[in-house]
Every structure is written in C-alpha cells, then in structure tokens.
C-alpha cells in the first residue's frame, strides 16, 4: 500500500519562505512523477508543480513560477516543496501526489489531479499578512 505523507506546513508571515517534505512508503518514488497541489480555502484544488525523473524535468503553474522549485531525493523517497516569497493567497492545504507517468503536457489542463494516482493527507500552510 502506498502512503505520502506531507510534513512542514506552519504559520509564517509573508515574504518568508516555507520548506515542505512528502515521504512516500510501499513504493519507492524512483522513476515516478511527483506532483503538488494547492487547495486555498473555500476553493478547488489547484495544481501547483510536479518533477520528473530526468534531469530538469519540472512544470510549474505560472502563479508560483520563479518563486517555488520542487526537488526529490529518490534514497530518501522525499520530494521537496521549496516556497519562497509567500503570500495569503498561498494560504491553504498542500498535497503531494505521485503516479507512474511524468506528463507535462497534461498539467496545463484546468484540473490535473487524475494525472496522479497516489495523494497525500495534505499539510496546512498559512500565511499572514
């Protein structure tokens, strides 16, 4: 069975940057997509980057471009969320999913989640103003 699990989520105010860990168990993320998503209060889940498992292949969405990098350490099983610059409207649960195929052309669709098979409980992240 496998589990993600999300850790990292706090309270810090904007501007400041914020690292979140997902840890996968039951199957090695080696040669697995890895993605992230971002559900804000009161809103629908929304993507916010995935990797590969080539050199330099990451998607962003365009909101958090330049100021998000997603990394993963396959001996560890952990993929990172690095979130710099942070704002309210970053506010919100993030999850960590994973699934057996890197797609970057199908995460421009509106809703990319069924891109990924496997999800994470999610960990809260709030900013303050």
């Known amino acids: 069975q496998v589990q993600l699990v999300e850790s990292g989520g706090g309270l810090v105010k904007a501007g400041e940057s914020l690292r979140l860990s997902c840890t996968a168990s039951?199957?090695?993320?080696?040669?697995?997509?890895m993605g992230w998503f971002h559900q804000a209060p009161g809103r629908e889940r929304q993507f916010v980057g995935a990797?590969?498992?080539?050199?330099?292949?990451?998607h962003y969405a365009d909101s958090v471009k330049g100021r998000f990098t997603i990394a993963r350490d396959d001996a560890k099983d952990t993929v990172y969320l690095q979130m710099t610059s942070l704002t309210p409207a970053d506010t919100g649960v993030y999850y960590c999913?994973?699934?057996?195929?890197?797609?970057?052309?199908?995460?421009?669709?509106?809703?990319?989640?069924?891109?990924?098979?496997?999800w994470g409980q999610g960990t809260q992240v709030t900013v303050s103003s």
């Open positions: 039951g199957r090695a993320i080696f040669q697995h997509a």
């Open positions: 990797i590969g498992w080539t050199v330099d292949s990451t």
């Open positions: 999913a994973m699934d057996n195929t890197y797609y970057p052309s199908g995460y421009h669709v509106a809703d990319p989640s069924p891109l990924f098979r496997y």
